[in-house]
């Protein structure tokens, strides 16, 4: 029996799970992660958090995650400079179920979300998980967004839940922030719509943060994680910032204690470390316009990125040409945008093997 032959909701049909590749290879840049580990100092810090949660473990996790939320918001106020109070913090297991909460919420049956193809693809799989309407907004061929085309599309097609990611994942394209105000604005003149910012990659941005952008806007959320400045893919911490009612009706659908005593202990020994790991940042945002730079000089299109990733191309057989480079020990990701390949930015002899890769496979072809 396959998957389409159980009764599973028509919207599911013929998709597939998220995911990438994960292969045994020495130079693993497809997933977006941070290449580099955690300090020993953290690491012992984490033990300690985690030892003091867990000598209550036979309780119930703060459902509230005060403390958490309370840090949060320090954290945001003080890197972007626009203060936010812990009333407009949420934080759950990832992004992901940040958004899905969001969209158990302000969607559903019967509501549609739209978003600007291509973009993250848990966009389009959440809204579908929870029985909404996924409708592909137009994009620039330069990947940025097409305002006026835009416009007009929300006019017809009066979406519930508008997604705005930025940078962009896949293509590492930021918004400015007029587009966001006038996107906002458009959506709104045709009904009251949620406008999701997912600002999963904001720490490695050439631009400041959209978060300003919340005040006197009470239907824009901003979404983070820790799993990519902060180096905890494996922490699974994503929050959320936005008028403190959006945070009220977002519990009403959250699981009973879904946020683990450890989990909190783990995310709060984190940003204790904050301008240790925003330090790796700052490397890997370099590295990250070097890898722009050495592919431009191999006469390759690269896409301007604020990521900490590098969309290039354009390539007659992307899958050829993945493979290729995947045969030269280094792993990348082909996300299906036609002609091109994305690479995560790593340390720097990482990205010196994806740069001899690429001249390699470039001189053969």
């Not at 994960?22 to 497809?30: A, E, G, R, S």
């Not at 009066?158 to 906002?184: H, K, M, Q, W």
């Not at 082909?334 to 001899?356: I, K, M, Q, S």
């Amino acid at each position: 029996m396959q998957i389409d032959d159980l009764p599973i909701r028509d919207e599911l049909k013929g998709k597939s799970p998220y995911g990438a590749p994960q292969l045994d290879v020495p130079v693993l840049l497809n997933t977006n992660e941070n290449p580099y580990p955690l300090p020993e100092d953290l690491v012992a810090r984490i033990s300690e958090r985690v030892a003091e949660a867990a000598r209550n473990l036979n309780r119930y996790p703060d459902r509230d995650a005060v403390e958490l939320r309370t840090a949060l918001a320090a954290y945001l106020s003080r890197s972007t400079g626009h203060a936010v109070s812990r009333e407009q913090v949420w934080a759950a297991n990832g992004s992901n179920e940040i958004i899905q909460q969001l969209m158990q919420t302000f969607a559903g049956p019967g509501r549609s979300a739209f978003g600007f193809s291509p973009t993250y693809q848990m966009h389009d799989l959440i809204s579908r998980g929870t029985g909404t309407t996924w409708i592909e907004g137009p994009r620039n061929p330069d990947f940025t967004i097409d305002e006026a085309a835009a416009a007009t599309a929300l006019r017809e097609q009066r979406p519930d839940v508008l997604f705005i990611c930025s940078p962009n994942n896949p293509t590492g394209t930021a918004v400015d922030r007029g587009t966001v105000e006038r996107l906002y604005d458009a959506a709104q003149a045709v009904k009251p719509t949620l406008v999701i910012v997912d600002e999963a990659y904001t720490e490695f941005s050439h631009r400041p943060s959209l978060l300003p952008l919340l005040d006197g806007r009470p239907l824009l959320v901003v979404t983070r994680t820790m799993s990519k400045a902060f180096g905890a893919a494996g922490l699974r911490l994503g929050y959320l910032a936005a008028d403190p009612a959006v945070v009220d009706a977002v519990q009403l659908v959250r699981l009973p204690y879904h946020l683990s005593s450890v989990t909190q202990a783990t995310a709060l020994a984190a940003l204790e470390f904050t301008d240790v790991l925003l330090g790796y940042v700052d490397r890997l945002k370099g590295e990250r316009d070097r890898i722009v730079t050495e592919l431009r000089a191999m006469g390759l299109d690269v896409t301007d990125s604020d990521a900490n990733f590098v969309q290039f191309g354009v390539f007659a057989d992307t899958r050829a040409v993945w493979q290729a480079i995947l045969d030269r020990g280094v792993l990348v990701r082909d996300n299906g945008v036609p002609g091109r390949l994305r690479v995560t930015a790593g340390t720097p002899e990482e990205n010196d093997a994806f740069l001899d890769a690429v001249r390699s496979v470039l001189k053969e072809s």
